[in-house]
Structures are given as structure tokens and as C-alpha cells.
């Protein structure tokens, strides 16, 4: 049996090889076919006329050019009728070369998921791949072939806006979840009719614009970008990318659209990508304003040298290659390669044999699977992060004879779908979504009475509406308030200089606790919002982020105890915006504070305590857990051995509950400086009340490995200390051992 199994595997193997030597012998015969203009044209891409994130191409001739076969792709075109109309136009071509369709399918498609950093907050790798699953099933039935997602960059600085859209601080999480995001777009290969290529955004160093301000530039080391901001896209790679999207800023005073040692030395040359990549949304054109090209043209002989496959609307490839190669100034290869690459993924998905196997009307109901908002629910549910419960405010009681509901956020729709959401013209959401208010009334039974105010907007200094919400509260048992963000103040270009609750909001909180009665305050955002007043004196607070077309059921399971919260923190809080850029593995200086209020001649602000608000890896859950009884299997080991870490985890409270128990790692002493603590596993560990569980990790050369000064990836000999903890400043069992 195991020998037909070795026989089987090794057949497959022999038959994946065989037909990507085809795949190839196709492309290269097409490839002769081609004119100059032809192979030009497959890396050009443009928008359709609606759902734009840059400034629209006005050309009345898109049309016409597609016919010509000088267009290889299009972004937002949505619905299998449209792809369908704009594919008949490529068919028109002289070589009938199909279009690609992408789109920027975030965190779902017609079912909105909660945004990638709520599902970060879930730890929940199966989740998480779950959402890309169903968002993929459902874009693929509407004609799309590629997703603008996942974005891996690592964020550790919440004013930048597109930390919504990522997972967080951490490198290691970042990775796992990269890695899972990719498997979940792109299902069991490419060229099945529910999957979507992956395109792994934004590469690289994206999140660490200076000032945390949007298309900012990046001045990093090389070894914080190997260490800190590569692993996620190493991982995403693994995971079998198909494409990446290079990203808007500039590294060390190089535009990452013209970066030659990102595109070139390291993605196609020391990882050996085989798919394409994609400019960002006229990021080649924007090297002009960058300073860096003279021109569009400069711009065009810059992006293609670097290795930028794709130009996304800014028309440099369209306008000026052709010129470019006739001066001899770009050889042909560099264009042939950039072609065969795109080709590649066509005769992958399968688009040669047939342009509209995705732009089939018959597959639509895809889009109306039950199932899919069931998994909506699931994954919100699992996002949602209880940071404070005083006196067990929560859950609440099923018996409670009147609610009052209070906030801006209270009865919105779309507000639930956050940032970088898929809005479909067929859908009416305030149908489809289910809001906070609906999600309290599917909840509570015909003998609770659920009263509503406003009470403010989300921004702006009007308070007329206070008095109404405390005559509401003071007529109930409790009072749920939900405030923060709207959705569009977290995202690309969303930047925020403040992170305190917008407008008059927590003034709302602070009139509402002041008429006595118990508060839950519910936090709508896409990044860690700052709220010192309602974290130090409401009893119970629970950050819903934006959790998408469940919201209203998830979060009323929650404040129900239908669904025991589990969610983590993937960022650090901080306490003022003067802590950022805040994040737990930082390095511990010279002169490190001793506790929070050390101040004098430590690294610590004079104003300030030096820990954050909320720590990363943080949540409370409705029960408690115990950690016990650590055990390492070896307190000495060589290099090509593993040491065996167990320990005894119990919940120790009333009810069932979920616990993400986290593994840190410190070398205390290095070739170079290494940071305090850092995550090196994890698990998500379910337990019935009185359950105990025995837990094991491995910890192996990978795990203590790090970039040395000569940007070398080695474990060092020395002492090390794990660390077990239900949050990165809540370790609850610690060891040493060393390696040899």
C-alpha cells in the first residue's frame, strides 16, 4: 500500500511537471506570434469607469485598444455580464488573447467578512482561510480571476490608516496568516472555477512609512526589512502567490516600483517567483512626483528594468515602451519575460481554453450560498475582542426587562462593512447587512424592551442629542453604547494625526455612566483608537471593529454569551499618540525602565507610563484559564536537535471558552541586540468548564534563528528564555535553556 501510494504521488508530481513544460511550450509559441505592440499591451491594465482607488484614465478609446490586443487587463469591471461584454472585445483581437479581471476583494465579496485585522484579532489560521474561501467562491462566480489581497505588510503604527487591511504588528502572526489568506483565495490550484489568484501586497515595507502618513517614504536597515518586513511575503510566496503588487513608497530613496533589489535581486532572484507583478495604481507615473524620473517615459524604463511586470492606469508602458526598446535602451528580453509571466497565469486559470468559464451567469448563485454568511458569522464572532468586564458586566441577561441602545453606530448599515468592502448596485444592504439594532432584536425575547437614541454624530461637536440618550438610559436595566470610526476614516489615504474617539463621543460615554446604570461600550474601528476616560471607568468594553454583513448577530452573541469571546489583540494599544510607533519585541536600550513609572534616566517619557493601554495578544474571555506545571523536554540542546515544551492549561470558570496561548522567545545575548520578548507559536485551545488540557510546542532552529550583521539567517549558541503567556505582558510560565 505505502509503495502504490509513493507510486501515485510520484505519478502526479511527473504530471504537474509534464503540464507545466507545456504550459511553457504554449507560451513560447504565442510569444512568437506577437508584435511588439502585442506584447506591450499585455502589460498594460486599466479600469473600468466606477469603484476607482486613483484617478481614472479618461479614454474613450479603452474599447477600441482592446480590440487591438494592447490592453491585458481590467480592474473593476464587476459581474459576469460586463466581464463577459469586455472579454467578446479581447476575442475581437488579432491573437485572441484573453483579458484578466481583477478586483480588490479585501475581506469578501457580496458576504463581507470582518476587515483582515479584526480576523487577525480571531488567531484563527482556519478561519481566516475560510473567509478568503468563500470570497473567493463568490468573485470568481461574478467573472473575477484575481484579487488585489492579501496585504502582508506589517503595521506598527495605528495613524496609518491602512493598518485596517493587514494583520497587525507581528511578524511571525503576519506570516501564518499571509501564508493561510493566499491558500484560502487561491483553493486547491489556479484554473478552479472557485478560485482567485492571490496578489501579496504591498512589497515592501509599506507599513513603515514615516509619521504613519500615507505613500510616505520607508528608512529602514536591511536587516529590519529581512527580519521584520519580509517574512509575511516569504510566506505568502510559500503558500503559492501567484502574483504581487509592489508598493507606493520609497525604501532608503528608492520608489519600490523602481527598486531592482526588491523586484529583481530578491523576489525573482533569491526566492525565485515565477509569477508577475503588478505596479500599485499609477505608481509608476507617480515616480515623476516622487522626484526620481524626469518623466513618463524615465518612469517607464525605470519600473521595467526593476522588474514591475504590469502597469497599472499610468499608461508609461503604453506610451513608451515600444520607443524605449527601439532605442535600445530596454531589451526585448525584459519585455518577453514580463510577458510570459502574465500569459502563464492565463493559460493557468485556463482562459485560453475558454475566456468566459468565469463570466458564467449559471454559477451567480454562488453569491447566495447560505453558507457563506453562516461563515461570516463565525469569523465575526471570533474577531471580536473583550478588553474589560468589571463585576462580570457581561454577558447579559436574557430576563433584563429593558435595554437602551445608545450611539451613532447603533442603527447604521454600511457602516458594518468597513473599509475596502464590495458594494454590488444589485444589493440593497440595508436588506442585507444585519445592523447592531436588528442583531439586539434577533436576540432578546418579547418581554425585553429596547429603547434607542442617536445621542451624537460620529464626528463634529453638536451634543443636542445627549439629553435624549441619558432620559433613554436612566429608563433602563443597562445600557449597550456603540461609538467609534466611521468606515471610511481607516483605509488607503486615511491617515489620521489623532487617535482619540472622533468628535464629542466620549463626552456621550461620560454623561451616559454618570446616571449610574451598568455600561458596555462597544468600539466600531479599523485600527486601535485611543479612549483613556471610557477604559479607565466604564465596566465593560468590547472593540467590534467592523465585522462586516454579521455584525449585529455576532456582536449580540457576544454581549449574550451565546458565543464566549476569544479574540486577541494583533496590535498594541497605546495610551497617546506620543507612544507611537508602539509594539511589544522592541529592543530593551541600555538603560531600560524598570516597571511603567520608572522615569529617571530610563527610556521613558517623563508625561507618560511606559506600557501601552492594551498590550498585543490581549482579550478577555467570560471564564478563566490556568496555566501549570511547565515542562522542557532538554534545558541543553545542539543545533539540529528540538526541545519539547508542554504544560497543563485548565479553565478553571463556569463556562466553555477559548484560549490563545502564546509562545515567546528572548536571547538574551546576541551578536547584534535582540528584541525583549518575540511570538514564536501559538495555539487556540477550546475547553468545556473544569477541562484541563496538556499543551506541546517545538521549539527548533527556525525558532531562534535571526539575521545576523551580515544579514545571515543563524541560531547563535547561548541562553534563552521561554516564555508562555495569554498575552505578550501577561507571561504566566517562563524557563530557560540553552543552545550549544
Same mark, same amino acid.
Given at each position: 500500500?505505502?509503495?502504490?501510494?509513493?507510486?501515485?504521488?510520484?505519478?502526479?508530481?511527473?504530471?504537474?511537471?509534464?503540464?507545466?513544460?507545456?504550459?511553457?511550450?504554449?507560451?513560447?509559441?504565442?510569444?512568437?506570434?506577437?508584435?511588439?505592440?502585442?506584447?506591450?499591451?499585455?502589460?498594460?491594465?486599466?479600469?473600468?469607469?466606477?469603484?476607482?482607488?486613483?484617478?481614472?484614465?479618461?479614454?474613450?478609446?479603452?474599447?477600441?485598444?482592446?480590440?487591438?490586443?494592447?490592453?491585458?487587463?481590467?480592474?473593476?469591471?464587476?459581474?459576469?455580464?460586463?466581464?463577459?461584454?469586455?472579454?467578446?472585445?479581447?476575442?475581437?483581437?488579432?491573437?485572441?488573447?484573453?483579458?484578466?479581471?481583477?478586483?480588490?476583494?479585501?475581506?469578501?465579496?457580496?458576504?463581507?467578512?470582518?476587515?483582515?485585522?479584526?480576523?487577525?484579532?480571531?488567531?484563527?489560521?482556519?478561519?481566516?482561510?475560510?473567509?478568503?474561501?468563500?470570497?473567493?467562491?463568490?468573485?470568481?462566480?461574478?467573472?473575477?480571476?484575481?484579487?488585489?489581497?492579501?496585504?502582508?505588510?506589517? !503595521? /506598527? +503604527?495605528?495613524?496609518?490608516?491602512?493598518?485596517? &487591511?493587514?494583520?497587525?504588528?507581528? =511578524? #511571525? $502572526?503576519?506570516?501564518?496568516? %499571509?501564508?493561510?489568506?493566499?491558500?484560502?483565495?487561491?483553493?486547491?490550484?489556479?484554473?478552479?472555477?472557485?478560485?482567485?489568484?492571490?496578489?501579496?501586497?504591498?512589497?515592501?515595507?509599506?507599513?513603515?512609512?514615516?509619521? !504613519? /502618513? +500615507?505613500?510616505?517614504?520607508?528608512?529602514?536597515? &536591511?536587516?529590519?526589512?529581512?527580519? =521584520? #518586513? $519580509?517574512?509575511?511575503?516569504? %510566506?505568502?510566496?510559500?503558500?503559492?502567490?501567484?502574483?504581487?503588487?509592489?508598493?507606493?513608497?520609497?525604501?532608503?530613496?528608492?520608489?519600490?516600483?523602481?527598486?531592482?533589489?526588491?523586484?529583481?535581486?530578491?523576489?525573482? !532572484?533569491?526566492?525565485?517567483?515565477?509569477?508577475?507583478?503588478?505596479?500599485?495604481?499609477?505608481?509608476?507615473?507617480?515616480?515623476?512626483?516622487?522626484?526620481?524620473?524626469?518623466?513618463?517615459?524615465?518612469?517607464?524604463?525605470?519600473?521595467?528594468?526593476?522588474?514591475?511586470?504590469?502597469?497599472?492606469?499610468?499608461?508609461?508602458?503604453?506610451?513608451?515602451?515600444?520607443?524605449?526598446?527601439?532605442?535600445?535602451?530596454?531589451?526585448?528580453?525584459?519585455?518577453?519575460?514580463?510577458?510570459?509571466?502574465?500569459?502563464?497565469?492565463?493559460?493557468?486559470?485556463?482562459?485560453?481554453?475558454?475566456?468566459?468559464?468565469?463570466?458564467?451567469?449559471?454559477?451567480?448563485?454562488?453569491?447566495?450560498?447560505?453558507?457563506?454568511?453562516?461563515?461570516?458569522?463565525?469569523?465575526?464572532?471570533?474577531?471580536?475582542?473583550?478588553?474589560?468586564?468589571?463585576?462580570?458586566?457581561?454577558?447579559?441577561?436574557?430576563?433584563?426587562?429593558?435595554?437602551?441602545?445608545?450611539?451613532?453606530?447603533?442603527?447604521?448599515?454600511?457602516?458594518?462593512?468597513?473599509?475596502?468592502?464590495?458594494?454590488?448596485?444589485?444589493?440593497?444592504?440595508?436588506?442585507?447587512?444585519?445592523?447592531?439594532?436588528?442583531?439586539?432584536?434577533?436576540?432578546?425575547?418579547?418581554?425585553?424592551?429596547?429603547?434607542?437614541?442617536?445621542?451624537?454624530?460620529?464626528?463634529?461637536?453638536?451634543?443636542?442629542?445627549?439629553?435624549?440618550?441619558?432620559?433613554?438610559?436612566?429608563?433602563?436595566?443597562?445600557?449597550?453604547?456603540?461609538?467609534?470610526?466611521?468606515?471610511?476614516?481607516?483605509?488607503?489615504?486615511?491617515?489620521?494625526?489623532?487617535?482619540?474617539?472622533?468628535?464629542?463621543?466620549?463626552?456621550?460615554?461620560?454623561?451616559?455612566?454618570?446616571?449610574?446604570?451598568?455600561?458596555?461600550?462597544?468600539?466600531?474601528?479599523?485600527?486601535?483608537?485611543?479612549?483613556?476616560?471610557?477604559?479607565?471607568?466604564?465596566?465593560?468594553?468590547?472593540?467590534?471593529?467592523?465585522?462586516?454583513?454579521?455584525?449585529?448577530?455576532?456582536?449580540?452573541?457576544?454581549?449574550?454569551?451565546?458565543?464566549?469571546?476569544?479574540?486577541?489583540?494583533?496590535?498594541?494599544?497605546?495610551?497617546?499618540?506620543?507612544?507611537?510607533?508602539?509594539?511589544?519585541?522592541?529592543?530593551?536600550?541600555?538603560?531600560?525602565?524598570?516597571?511603567?513609572?520608572?522615569?529617571?534616566?530610563?527610556?521613558?517619557?517623563?508625561?507618560?507610563?511606559?506600557?501601552?493601554?492594551?498590550?498585543?495578544?490581549?482579550?478577555?474571555?467570560?471564564?478563566?484559564?490556568?496555566?501549570?506545571?511547565?515542562?522542557?523536554?532538554?534545558?541543553?540542546?545542539?543545533?539540529?536537535?528540538?526541545?519539547?515544551?508542554?504544560?497543563?492549561?485548565?479553565?478553571?470558570?463556569?463556562?466553555?471558552?477559548?484560549?490563545?496561548?502564546?509562545?515567546?522567545?528572548?536571547?538574551?545575548?546576541?551578536?547584534?541586540?535582540?528584541?525583549?520578548?518575540?511570538?514564536?507559536?501559538?495555539?487556540?485551545?477550546?475547553?468545556?468548564?473544569?477541562?484541563?488540557?496538556?499543551?506541546?510546542?517545538?521549539?527548533?532552529?527556525?525558532?531562534?534563528?535571526?539575521?545576523?550583521?551580515?544579514?545571515?539567517?543563524?541560531?547563535?549558541?547561548?541562553?534563552?528564555?521561554?516564555?508562555?503567556?495569554?498575552?505578550?505582558?501577561?507571561?504566566?510560565?517562563?524557563?530557560?535553556?540553552?543552545?550549544?
Amino acid at each position: 500500500m505505502k509503495k502504490l501510494t509513493t507510486l501515485t504521488l510520484l505519478m502526479v508530481s511527473l504530471f504537474a511537471v509534464a503540464q507545466q513544460e507545456t504550459i511553457d511550450q504554449k507560451v513560447n509559441a504565442l510569444l512568437k506570434k506577437m508584435t511588439l505592440e502585442e506584447k506591450i499591451g499585455q502589460l498594460n491594465q486599466y479600469t473600468g469607469d466606477n469603484s476607482a482607488t486613483g484617478p481614472i484614465t479618461i479614454n474613450p478609446n479603452k474599447q477600441a485598444e482592446i480590440k487591438a490586443g494592447i490592453v491585458g487587463s481590467m480592474l473593476n469591471i464587476i459581474g459576469t455580464k460586463y466581464t463577459r461584454q469586455y472579454q467578446e472585445l479581447a476575442m475581437q483581437s488579432r491573437l485572441k488573447i484573453p483579458l484578466l479581471f481583477g478586483q480588490d476583494v479585501i475581506h469578501g465579496y457580496k458576504t463581507t467578512f470582518p476587515i483582515p485585522l479584526a480576523e487577525a484579532a480571531s488567531w484563527d489560521l482556519a478561519a481566516i482561510e475560510l473567509a478568503a474561501r468563500v470570497a473567493a467562491t463568490e468573485a470568481s462566480a461574478s467573472g473575477i480571476h484575481w484579487t488585489f489581497a492579501p496585504m502582508v505588510d506589517i !503595521g /506598527r +503604527d495605528p495613524r496609518w490608516g491602512r493598518v485596517m &487591511e493587514g494583520a497587525g504588528e507581528d =511578524t #511571525y $502572526l503576519g506570516s501564518k496568516i %499571509a501564508y493561510a489568506r493566499v491558500k484560502g483565495f487561491q483553493g486547491n490550484k489556479l484554473g478552479d472555477l472557485n478560485s482567485v489568484m492571490a496578489c501579496v501586497k504591498h512589497f515592501a515595507a509599506y507599513g513603515a512609512a514615516v509619521g !504613519g /502618513r +500615507d505613500y510616505n517614504s520607508v528608512d529602514m536597515s &536591511e536587516r529590519m526589512l529581512w527580519e =521584520t #518586513y $519580509l517574512p509575511p511575503f516569504k %510566506a505568502a510566496l510559500d503558500a503559492g502567490a501567484a502574483t504581487f503588487m509592489n508598493s507606493f513608497n520609497d525604501l532608503n530613496g528608492i520608489p519600490a516600483t523602481a527598486n531592482a533589489h526588491l523586484q529583481r535581486d530578491i523576489l525573482k !532572484g533569491k526566492w525565485n517567483f515565477q509569477g508577475f507583478v503588478v505596479s500599485d495604481w499609477g505608481s509608476i507615473g507617480e515616480m515623476v512626483a516622487h522626484g526620481y524620473s524626469k518623466d513618463l517615459k524615465a518612469a517607464a524604463l525605470a519600473a521595467i528594468t526593476a522588474g514591475s511586470d504590469m502597469d497599472m492606469e499610468s499608461n508609461a508602458y503604453r506610451y513608451h515602451l515600444a520607443e524605449l526598446v527601439k532605442e535600445g535602451k530596454v531589451p526585448v528580453d525584459l519585455i518577453d519575460d514580463a510577458v510570459k509571466r502574465i500569459l502563464r497565469k492565463k493559460f493557468e486559470l485556463g482562459l485560453f481554453d475558454d475566456p468566459y468559464r468565469y463570466s458564467d451567469q449559471k454559477r451567480a448563485e454562488a453569491l447566495n450560498d447560505p453558507e457563506n454568511r453562516k461563515a461570516a458569522l463565525d469569523v465575526a464572532q471570533k474577531s471580536i475582542v473583550l478588553l474589560k468586564n468589571e463585576k462580570e458586566t457581561l454577558p447579559l441577561s436574557k430576563n433584563l426587562k429593558t435595554i437602551a441602545f445608545i450611539g451613532p453606530m447603533v442603527k447604521e448599515y454600511k457602516e458594518n462593512m468597513g473599509f475596502w468592502s464590495v458594494e454590488l448596485p444589485e444589493v440593497d444592504y440595508n436588506k442585507w447587512i444585519v445592523s447592531q439594532w436588528d442583531g439586539l432584536q434577533n436576540k432578546v425575547g418579547k418581554n425585553t424592551k429596547l429603547l434607542y437614541a442617536k445621542g451624537c454624530d460620529v464626528d463634529g461637536n453638536n451634543k443636542d442629542g445627549f439629553a435624549e440618550a441619558v432620559a433613554t438610559a436612566q429608563q433602563a436595566d443597562v445600557v449597550i453604547l456603540s461609538i467609534g470610526e466611521r468606515r471610511d476614516m481607516s483605509g488607503e489615504a486615511k491617515s489620521r494625526s489623532d487617535l482619540h474617539l472622533p468628535g464629542v463621543q466620549e463626552d456621550l460615554v461620560k454623561a451616559i455612566q454618570a446616571t449610574g446604570k451598568p455600561v458596555v461600550v462597544l468600539v466600531n474601528a479599523g485600527r486601535p483608537l485611543i479612549f483613556n476616560w471610557t477604559a479607565d471607568n466604564v465596566p465593560a468594553i468590547v472593540y467590534t471593529w467592523w465585522l462586516g454583513t454579521e455584525a449585529g448577530n455576532a456582536i449580540a452573541n457576544v454581549l449574550f454569551g451565546d458565543y464566549n469571546p476569544s479574540g486577541k489583540l494583533p496590535m498594541t494599544f497605546p495610551r497617546e499618540v506620543g507612544q507611537i510607533p508602539i509594539y511589544y519585541n522592541h529592543f530593551s536600550t541600555g538603560r531600560p525602565a524598570k516597571d511603567e513609572d520608572s522615569k529617571n534616566y530610563v527610556s521613558a517619557y517623563i508625561d507618560l507610563k511606559n506600557s501601552p493601554k492594551f498590550p498585543f495578544g490581549y482579550g478577555l474571555s467570560y471564564t478563566k484559564f490556568n496555566y501549570s506545571d511547565l515542562k522542557l523536554s532538554s534545558v541543553k540542546i545542539k543545533s539540529n536537535e528540538t526541545i519539547k515544551v508542554s504544560f497543563q492549561l485548565s479553565n478553571v470558570g463556569k463556562v466553555a471558552g477559548e484560549e490563545v496561548v502564546q509562545l515567546y522567545l528572548k536571547d538574551k545575548f546576541g551578536s547584534v541586540v535582540r528584541p525583549v520578548l518575540e511570538l514564536r507559536d501559538f495555539q487556540k485551545v477550546k475547553l468545556n468548564a473544569g477541562e484541563s488540557k496538556t499543551i506541546e510546542f517545538t521549539i527548533d532552529k527556525e525558532k531562534l534563528s535571526f539575521y545576523n550583521d551580515k544579514l545571515e539567517f543563524k541560531a547563535e549558541a547561548g541562553d534563552f528564555e521561554v516564555m508562555i503567556g495569554a498575552s505578550s505582558a501577561d507571561i504566566k510560565l517562563k524557563a530557560d535553556f540553552e543552545l550549544l
